[in-house]
């Protein structure tokens, strides 16, 4: 994740940044790097209460997430709910979206600002962080400090094909993403809803996932990689890549060297 900076702070200008890159400089600088990266996320994929299923029933109820705040807010360094938590499938662990779970999101921010009054939030929408669940997503209108966060695997049967987590995508294998105008345009929609309603909504964004999995044609990961990237930075979307150097990598743990078809595509 990128070091923290306000939205009033940081304007529009888009930001580049590795996540696991990130977390190893945190590393680096010990506990206090962690601090100084001074990101709370909440909702990461848009479920209050994945931090609360510890069984796969019955599905947490509202209840069960109010107590989840209670408890994160002891942490004192805010929360991540949702995403470290996600099942493959939904209700796989127990955990099955509702409507109201969305009605909690002042209240864990209320807890988060009891410990951190004055750094950004990540709030991310339902359906894993999906763009087209944005508009279904209500915030504070008071709290101002908030940064909106989506992912983005589409078409969905070329970033996942050959996915182990996903049945069936094996006989997804040699999807190609050729950068044709069709394809462009897919991109380009998706991005324009997310900028639509930024502007709407006054809120920057922050584009916190994409990636093509390794079982892509590396080619045209490049392709799509490049393209999503310079199209986010086109509409004032900063960005982080999934991921650094497991099945999504841009980095080559058994070389010890960056694969540079996917570096360059991110990093010109």
């Known amino acids: 994740m990128p070091a923290a900076a306000s939205p009033r702070a940081r304007g529009n200008a888009p930001r580049r940044a590795f996540v696991s890159a990130a977390a190893k400089a945190a590393l680096a600088a010990g506990r206090a790097g962690w601090r100084a990266l001074g990101w709370a996320t909440l909702f990461g994929s848009g479920c209050a209460c994945a931090a609360t299923a510890a069984s796969p029933a019955p599905p947490p109820s509202p209840e069960g997430a109010?107590?989840?705040?209670?408890?994160?807010?002891?942490?004192?360094?805010?929360?991540?709910?949702?995403?470290?938590?996600e099942a493959p499938r939904e209700g796989e662990w127990g955990v099955t979206l509702q409507p109201e779970y969305f009605a909690l999101i002042p209240e864990a921010i209320g807890a988060i600002r009891q410990t951190n009054p004055d750094r950004a939030i990540l709030v991310g929408p339902a359906e894993w962080n999906s763009v087209r669940a944005l508009e279904g997503l209500v915030l504070p209108a008071q709290e101002q400090d908030l940064i909106v966060t989506f992912?983005?695997?589409?078409?969905?049967?070329?970033?996942?094909?050959?996915?182990?987590?996903?049945?069936?995508?094996?006989?997804?294998?040699?999807?190609?993403?050729?950068?044709?105008?069709?394809?462009?345009?897919?991109?380009?929609?998706?991005?324009?809803?997310?900028?639509?309603?930024?502007k709407k909504n006054g809120r920057p964004l922050f584009l916190g996932e994409f990636g093509a999995y390794r079982k892509a044609e590396l080619a045209s990961r490049a392709a799509w990689t490049a393209y999503v990237e310079r199209q986010a930075e086109q509409r004032g979307i900063s960005w982080a890549y999934w991921e650094f150097c497991a099945g999504f990598g841009a980095y080559d743990r058994s070389r010890g060297?960056?694969?540079?078809?996917?570096?360059?595509a991110l990093i010109p």
Not at 66 to 85: C, D, E, Q, V, Y
Not at 176 to 198: C, H, N, S, T, V
Not at 257 to 264: I, M, T, V
């Open 257 to 264: 060297a960056w694969n540079q078809e996917l570096l360059r």
């Open 151 to 198: 992912h983005y695997y589409e078409p969905f049967r070329f970033t996942n094909q050959g996915a182990e987590w996903v049945p069936g995508s094996s006989a997804w294998l040699g999807t190609k993403w050729q950068g044709m105008p069709r394809e462009r345009r897919a991109i380009e929609q998706d991005l324009d809803l997310a900028a639509r309603w930024a």
């Open 66 to 85: 109010s107590r989840a705040a209670a408890l994160n807010a002891r942490l004192g360094r805010g929360m991540n709910l949702g995403n470290a938590l």
